[in-house]
C-alpha cells in the first residue's frame, strides 16, 4: 500500500461539505501561512470499518490571484505535492477503534504570482503542525 499517495479518498468532492466549511456559521478554523490560507472543520463521524482517511482536501487557486492557466495548474501542483510529502510525518492516522471525525480541510492559495515550491512546502508545513497540535 503506498503511504504517501493522494487517492480519490483523499479529495473533499461533496458540495455540502464544501459549503458547509466556507459558510460562516460553522465551527470552522483558518489560519494563514504565506502563501496559503487553510480552512478546515470537522466533518461527520465515521466507524472504523467505513473510514478510508482521516483528513479529506481540497485546494483552491483564483484566476484574481494568478491570471494565466498554466501558473494556476503549476501553483495547485506544488500545493498538492506539498500536502502529500508532509501528511506522513504530520497528519495522525485514522483509530478504528471508536467513532473518529474526518476533518474537510481547503487550501486556498493567497499569493500574487507564482511562489518557489520551498516556500510552499515551509507553509504546509507550519499549517499541519499548527492544526494538529490543537487537537
Known amino acids: 500500500m503506498k503511504t504517501a499517495g ?3 479518498s483523499h479529495k473533499l468532492c461533496s458540495a455540502t461539505a464544501i459549503e458547509r466549511l466556507f459558510d460562516g456559521r460553522g465551527s470552522s478554523s483558518s489560519m494563514l501561512a504565506y502563501p496559503i490560507r487553510a480552512v478546515w472543520a470537522e466533518g461527520e463521524s465515521v466507524q472504523g470499518s467505513h473510514a478510508t482517511e482521516r483528513v479529506k482536501f481540497m485546494i483552491s487557486v483564483p484566476k484574481k490571484r494568478v491570471r494565466h492557466a498554466v501558473d494556476r495548474v ?3 501542483r506544488r500545493v498538492r505535492e506539498a500536502y502529500r510529502l508532509a501528511r506522513p510525518r504530520l497528519v495522525p492516522p485514522l483509530s478504528s477503534d471508536a ?3 474526518v476533518v474537510h480541510l481547503a487550501f486556498l492559495y493567497v499569493g500574487n504570482g507564482i511562489e518557489p515550491y520551498e516556500r510552499v512546502r515551509k507553509a504546509m508545513e507550519r499549517i499541519l503542525r499548527k492544526m494538529f497540535q490543537e487537537q
Open 6 to 8: 493522494l487517492g480519490k
Open 74 to 76: 503549476k501553483m495547485r
Open 99 to 101: 467513532a473518529t471525525p
